[in-house]
């Protein structure tokens, strides 16, 4: 059976002419005995709520997986598809893709965002156990993950987190073949493994990965144990091949056909290329089918359910929002309209949560070490700790990169929406997991606060001022930059009611005087921007901002007022939302007044698709400094008299 794995990846990668076909070749025989003998999995409904999950980390040796889906009988994946590897539109593409191939549990390629990612689901799967029982939730993660995935820092991250936790269902099968891509491992790292994850509270053990009595004794292990665990799998990459087993020559390219020959010849297996012999096909089949039993019985045990319990489990595991929550933010805009607050939009973002967290028990948030900053911890919300899964909040730790991959396991996994925070800068800490969140699609809540020089005196380490623009250009990121409370609200109903995509709550250290008098129903920032304060006559100029610089923009509104010009705002909570929209919302939003200048405490990068090179931009041109904030905005020119001076310049040469 494991030959099969071998065969199909040896195949595909030739016909494809590219590929990656010496891990398949080695961790066939632990991903034949996991499959065979552990996984709760049934092919014919692979996204059973219930299922245990298989992460499949080493992207890169997708054709592994494709394999076992198509042998398993994941119907899409035929072996017409397997025959198309890697080309346009096929189900099988370079990396595995979950938005493309029933069955694939996570998009993987980024090595180690796997792992990562699978220590969410493992999360998730606790936190719901808790909610509604073991006899409802009660499955384990496995994740197949190849040296590069533990050499990422990501790695470190990740088990620290999953060992802390004590997430004793996570077990990683470790493709321990001593080679990457450079050649032997032993060109770069001396890292005792088994040491490092025992170090962060897992248990470790080693075993022959070509033996399958072994490896299954490894995994009845893994499962009676208190700890994650690592079984580090020993195995030769490309086995089989006569000459390029066990070197890096079997990574990442076609074996050749003289090389595909012999390690056929070596393997025994004497059938054409794509050909699986019925029995064998049979074998797998069966295998595809081991979980049926489980999954009905799981279905039957939903059923049983008090009417109201299962209503709420289809409702979490659709991803479908209580039907309370538009009501529960537009009170809270009724009250915000009544009584408007001078708070920082970090602080509008808990007033939000306080309303929202009341109505959404799958909302859990979380902070990689910045709760006190970041205002994501609401009264009432507990933390779940080693051991104790009931809570809705994660302390992640100093770890930005292992929070943004975990809430992608979190989402992925079904039934929770997870929103994290950290500080704006530090993004870039968790930016390729925050890229897989948009690639996949997965509405991921990133809450990031300290968004400009406006935090003031932590110097420009930590004053974020190209990150807008950077998470912008995201395909698939909506980002907000709300201007007060009612905007933050506003911000956080479209990221919780977005489903195909992550969204970023950009938001400020400092006080906001309120922008907005209104508390209706109607959500304005749903088109990215609009008209906050129109003009008093002819709009001589239109003033775009976002966020922290409303304010400055609505100063230098009526200082231009005083001096004859009149001016109108527009808000723009979100740009790229607004680039999004149809040309007509966009040029009735943007207006005809003759000059435009935008302000924003950031760098220019984007804004030119709203002002044109005509417009004027009032903004960073370079890193920030270390002062009191006050002090900062009138150091860098980005004040009301500046924004009324750009205006008046053009205002001045067009008259
Ligand atoms: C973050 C990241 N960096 C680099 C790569 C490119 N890459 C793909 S596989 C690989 C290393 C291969 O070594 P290993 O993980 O041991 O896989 P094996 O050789 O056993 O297939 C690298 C560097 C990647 N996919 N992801």
């Not at 002419?17 to 961790?27: E, R, T, V």
């Not at 059973?48 to 999950?53: A, M, T, V």
């Not at 003009?535 to 901002?545: K, L, N, Q, V, W």
Request: aromatic residues 6%.
């Amino acid at each position: 059976m494991a030959n099969a794995i071998r065969a199909l990846a040896m195949d595909a990668v030739e016909a494809a002419k590219s590929g990656h076909p010496g891990l398949p070749m080695g961790a066939a025989d632990v991903a034949t005995t996991l499959f065979a003998k552990f996984l709760k999995y049934d092919a014919a409904d692979p996204a059973w709520p219930d299922r245990d999950r298989f992460v499949f980390s080493a992207g890169h040796g997708s054709m592994l997986l494709y394999s076992l889906l198509f042998l398993t009988g994941v119907k899409p994946v035929t072996l017409d598809e397997l025959k198309r590897f890697r080309q346009l539109d096929s189900l099988t593409p370079g990396h595995p893709e979950n938005f493309v191939t029933p069955g694939v549990e996570t998009t993987t390629g980024p090595l180690g965002q796997g792992l990562a990612t699978a220590v969410g689901m493992a999360i998730a799967e606790r936190m719901l156990a808790a909610e509604f029982g073991d006899e409802i939730v009660d499955h384990r993660t496995y994740v197949l993950a190849s040296d590069g995935d533990l050499m990422e820092g990501i790695s470190h991250e990740a088990i620290g987190l999953a060992g802390h936790l004590r997430l004793n269902k996570l077990t990683v099968l470790w493709d321990d073949n001593g080679i990457s891509i450079d050649g032997p491992l032993s060109l770069s790292d001396t890292t005792d493994q088994l040491k490092r994850f025992e170090a962060c509270g897992w248990r470790a053990m080693r075993v022959d990965g070509h033996d399958p009595a072994a490896i299954a004794r490894a995994l009845r292990k893994a499962q009676a144990s208190d700890r994650p665990t690592l079984i580090a799998c020993k195995t030769v990459i490309g086995f089989g091949a006569p000459k390029k087993a066990g070197t890096s020559k079997a990574h990442g390219e076609p074996l050749g056909p003289e090389e595909l020959a012999g390690a056929k010849a070596a393997l025994g297996w004497t059938h054409a290329p794509f050909e699986i012999p019925d029995e064998i096909l049979k074998a797998w089949r069966r295998v595809g089918k081991r979980g049926r039993n489980e999954r009905k019985a799981w279905e039957e045990r939903v059923a049983a359910l008090a009417p109201d319990r299962r209503a709420e489990l289809e409702r979490r595991l659709k991803g479908d929002l209580p039907t309370g929550f538009a009501d529960a933010i537009a009170g809270l805009k009724g009250r915000l309209a009544a009584e408007p607050a001078t708070v920082a939009t970090r602080k509008a973002s808990e007033m939000a949560l306080e309303a929202i967290t009341a109505v959404t028990p799958e909302l859990v948030l979380g902070s990689a070490d910045l709760t006190p900053s970041n205002n994501t911890k609401t009264k009432g919300l507990t933390a779940i700790s080693p051991g104790q899964y009931a809570g809705r909040y994660i302390h992640y730790g100093i770890r930005e990169h292992g929070m943004a991959a975990a809430m992608n396991g979190i989402v992925l996994h079904g039934g929770l929406r997870p929103a994290g925070a950290t500080f704006m800068v530090f993004t870039d800490y968790a930016r390729p997991s925050m890229r897989l969140s948009a690639l996949m699609g997965a509405p991921v809540v990133y809450v990031m606060t300290h968004d400009s020089i406006g935090l003031g005196e932590d110097g420009p380490t930590h004053q974020p001022v190209e990150h807008l623009a950077a998470l912008r250009s995201m395909p698939n990121m909506r980002v907000f930059r709300p201007a007060d409370a009612i905007e933050t609200a506003e911000a956080w109903q479209l990221a919780l009611e977005r489903r195909d995509g992550p969204t970023t709550l950009s938001l400020t250290r400092q006080n906001l005087a309120p922008a907005r008098r209104d508390g209706g129903a109607e959500n304005r920032s749903a088109q990215g921007a609009y008209e906050l304060s129109p003009a008093d006559g002819e709009a001589a100029a239109t003033i775009f901002a976002s966020g922290s610089e409303v304010e400055i923009a609505l100063a230098a509104q009526a200082q231009l007022k005083e001096r004859g010009v009149p001016a109108r705002v527009v808000s723009v909570p979100s740009l790229d939302l607004f680039l999004a929209q149809d040309e007509s919302v966009r040029r009735a939003v943007v207006g005809t007044a003759p000059v435009r200048v935008a302000v924003e405490a950031a760098v220019r990068f984007g804004w030119d698709a709203v002002i044109g090179d005509e417009g004027s931009f009032v903004g960073m041109a370079s890193f920030g400094a270390s002062a009191p904030y006050k002090d900062l905005y009138r150091h860098f020119g980005i004040t009301a008299e500046a924004v009324t001076e750009a205006v008046l310049r053009r205002h001045n040469r067009r008259g």
